[in-house]
């Protein structure tokens, strides 16, 4: 029945059949090896079967082979995608090849069963897991007819064993990734002893097939219908139409492939079934797997042929693509004293469009600023602008100074002003110019990094491999030179933390208060209690602690400015107060 199957399928248009069938056959090995940016965009023709768990669609697949190869059992079976290549050859063996295994030929069914078994485990698991990587086997025979499928795994509702929760929608998008192209030929399998209207088959083709003008129906089981009913609404079309029809098979039964019944033997009890039952009368050419071999292969055929030509031009437009891209590789060094002169001439050009970069050299973009004079805006305009958001009396308040100077006084308190709690304050507030200065190191270092991308991208474009060494190199010549950058830093904060330059002379305290108060013109009025004391100390040491951060890093930021004169007037009466305690003498000289 398998013979005169494949014999009726080969002698429709044979001459054409077997030279396109195979030519399609031979793209999708070439594709299968290509990594998924090469291969996009060259949708090959194919069949899908589609169904859900249990449906059916293994039965169908070795239907058509006539022989047992599948992995069975009432759970689920298939569990990646089996992309099946039906070869007709002349000779009487029958053999199956993987492409996972070349050179390797399997003449024992049962080996191409545990063959796949054994490479879905290694990628799925043996827990009933599922992946989305391919298996491709080839079967050739004299008994099949050119056609290539794809075994998809049945949709199943409850997750079992090391399936995760979301089974069901990551099987779901899987199949959808294969039909949704107009190159993919539907088969939706659906059993006959199950609501047809409830198909997850037919479901899903038409989510990827919304006019149902490249599915097929295929209803199995109609042998363990309810007695008293058919199928023949379904076939006909009258309940779900399909522009492609649909075709009833009859599958074995779990019992017939316990016991070893052979798919020949299975094939002439379907024949029987079929005539027998006045159901199915008039209905032959829609019956059996013989008639679904025959309408896969006219089907395919003439699907190829209509994709044939659109085919043609995307193949040749990234033939056309490639063989640019090659051109523009240019001459190959083959010895390696030249290939070694090409690579220091890329080296020097790469230092030298570097350089160019960032001395301005390089052509002017108008668009924004590059290069060194980006570098040149990150000093001068942003890292400015952050140090002069830095307050130098944020965060200090009055109180927080007395405190300091009774927690220096100890038990006995403090009589003149000292200096431990002036330098802890001034050590805080410079230490808050730490984070700005190593932003800007970080801006300086991730413009570097943008800089040395946008070297030489064409010449290095001939060469991905030396492109991507020549960045990580670059980056992590960058990186490491980040560090001891980041160190530096730190240790220049640390330094200005560690020694309080009051004799500098824009430092302004003592007598300098008074001074700075009387050209400003306020008015000198000594506080009469030991409390305007400690607070003429308290704004004498604020305007000290402000003063010594400008000296460090020569700030003169406009609020700085702004609040001078208001220190300088609030100071005057602690230096008036200061001048009640100690000789006329020592006014001048700095805590």
């Known amino acids: 029945m398998a013979d005169s199957a494949a014999a009726a399928a080969a002698a429709q248009p044979a001459t054409v059949g077997q030279a396109v069938i195979p030519l399609v056959n031979r793209l999708q090995d070439i594709m299968a090896r290509l990594d998924g940016d090469a291969a996009a965009g060259v949708e090959l023709p194919q069949v899908a079967a589609i169904g859900g768990q249990s449906s059916g669609k293994s039965s169908v697949l070795e239907a058509l082979v006539g022989r047992d190869f599948l992995p069975r059992g009432p759970e689920i079976c298939t569990r990646r995608p089996l992309v099946l290549q039906l070869v007709r050859h002349s000779a009487p063996e029958e053999w199956g090849e993987f492409l996972h295994a070349p050179g390797r030929r399997f003449d024992n069914f049962e080996h191409i069963k545990r063959e796949i078994q054994s490479e879905t485990d290694k990628e799925a698991g043996g827990n009933k897991g599922v992946s989305e990587k391919q298996i491709r086997l080839k079967i050739f ?51 006959a002893n199950a609501d ?53 098979i009859v599958n074995r039964s779990q019992e017939d492939i316990n016991f070893n019944r052979s798919i020949k033997d299975a094939l002439a009890f379907e024949e029987k079934f079929f005539s027998t039952l006045p159901a199915y009368n008039g209905l032959s050419q829609c019956c059996g797997v013989p008639q679904l071999a025959k309408k896969l ?7 190829i042929t209509d994709m044939l030509p659109g085919l043609k031009s995307r193949i040749n437009a990234q033939l056309v693509a490639v063989a640019k891209e090659h051109a523009a ?37 108008t668009d924004q600023l590059s290069g060194g004079a980006r570098i040149h805006y990150i000093f001068q305009s942003i890292f400015v602008k952050s140090l002069e958001e830095v307050d130098p009396c944020k965060n200090i308040s009055d109180e927080d100074i007395r405190t300091s100077i009774q927690n220096s006084g100890g038990p006995k308190g403090a009589m003149f002003l000292p200096e431990v709690p002036f330098e802890i304050l001034v050590r805080r507030q410079i230490g808050r110019l730490l984070d700005p200065s190593l932003q800007c190191a970080k801006f300086i270092y991730d413009e570097l990094v943008k800089i040395s991308h946008g070297c030489l991208t064409s010449e290095l474009q001939k060469y991905p491999i030396l492109k991507r060494r020549m960045g990580e190199s670059v980056s992590n010549f960058l990186r490491d030179g980040l560090r001891p950058a980041e160190t530096m830093i730190t240790h220049i904060i640390e330094m200005e933390m560690d020694y309080i330059n009051t004799s500098h002379s824009s430092f302004v305290g003592g007598s300098k208060v008074v001074e700075l108060a009387k050209h400003e013109g306020l008015p000198l009025r000594g506080p009469t209690s030991l409390s305007a004391h400690k607070d003429g100390i308290a704004i004498s040491s604020q305007l000290q602690l402000k003063s010594s951060i400008e000296n460090n890093i020569q700030l003169k930021s406009e609020s700085g400015q702004k609040s001078r004169a208001v220190f300088a007037r609030d100071a005057t009466r602690g230096a008036t107060a200061e001048q009640r305690f100690q000789p006329d003498t020592d006014a001048g000289k700095p805590m």
């Open 329 to 365: 590789y240019g001459d190959t060094a083959e010895s390696t004293a030249g290939q070694g002169v090409k690579l220091l001439n890329i080296l020097g050009k790469y230092c030298e469009a570097f350089s160019s970069m960032v001395e301005g050299k390089n052509k002017v973009s």
């Open 297 to 303: 292969n006219m089907i395919l055929l003439k699907h």
């Open 196 to 248: 047809l209207a409830n198909s997850d088959a037919l479901q899903l083709a038409r989510l990827g097939d919304p006019d149902g003008s490249r599915t097929i129906g295929v209803i199995t089981k109609l042998d363990i219908m309810d007695r008293g009913t058919d199928a023949r609404n379904f076939l006909l079309g009258n309940v779900i139409p399909l522009k492609l029809g649909y075709v009833g």
């Open 141 to 191: 025979s004299p008994n099949v007819i050119d056609i290539t499928l794809v075994d998809l795994p049945g949709i199943t509702r409850v997750p079992v064993g090391d399936q995760p929760s979301d089974i069901e929608s990551r099987i779901r998008t899987m199949i959808m990734q294969y039909i949704k192209h107009p190159s993919c030929i539907i088969l939706a399998v659906s059993p």
